[in-house]
């Protein structure tokens, strides 16, 4: 991959990283699932299951005509309809259940490991897509090795 430009659909997961490394750095005994687990619930986890992320990007990304900022090219509409579908996605698999999280066997229950799971899928995304476009220096998870 010769372009380091990163494809629209990554940019959410690329905040969910940088967030969950974020978790990582300040408690450095944490394993990666710790991190994740501490991830849910978080302002910023509400703010994407919500549906809230998106909505404040796209609304942004009308306010320029649809203009990237950094190609100053007009961001085709499929790519805006991708990320309509990516913020409904997000909403259906990060379904908010905070007080179900845990029940008494300590285990996750089905809908807080469906959106375990989701987080995880979207962070190994992010990696493999550093990995192509040769920025390994991004990789701090590591969790595509």
């Given at each position: ?55 404040k990007w796209i609304e942004n ?85």
């Amino acid at each position: 991959m010769s372009s380091k430009e990163k494809p629209y659909v990554l940019y959410v997961a690329e905040f969910i990283y940088s967030k969950i490394c974020q978790i990582k750095k300040k408690n450095p005994d944490f394993s990666n699932i710790n991190a994740f687990e501490s991830f849910i619930g978080t302002p910023e986890y509400k703010e994407i299951s919500s549906g809230e992320f998106h909505d404040k990007w796209i609304e942004n990304l009308k306010k320029n005509n649809f203009i990237d900022l950094k190609t100053k090219k007009k961001i085709p509409d499929e790519t805006i309809k991708l990320l309509h579908v990516q913020k409904d996605m997000m909403i259906k698999q990060l379904i908010q259940f905070p007080e179900l999280y845990y029940a008494k066997s300590h285990f996750p229950l089905e809908l807080s490991q469906r959106a375990f799971d989701h987080l995880w899928r979207m962070c190994e995304s992010y990696e493999l897509w550093c990995k192509e476009s040769k920025q390994k220096h991004l990789i701090y998870l590591k969790i595509t090795d």
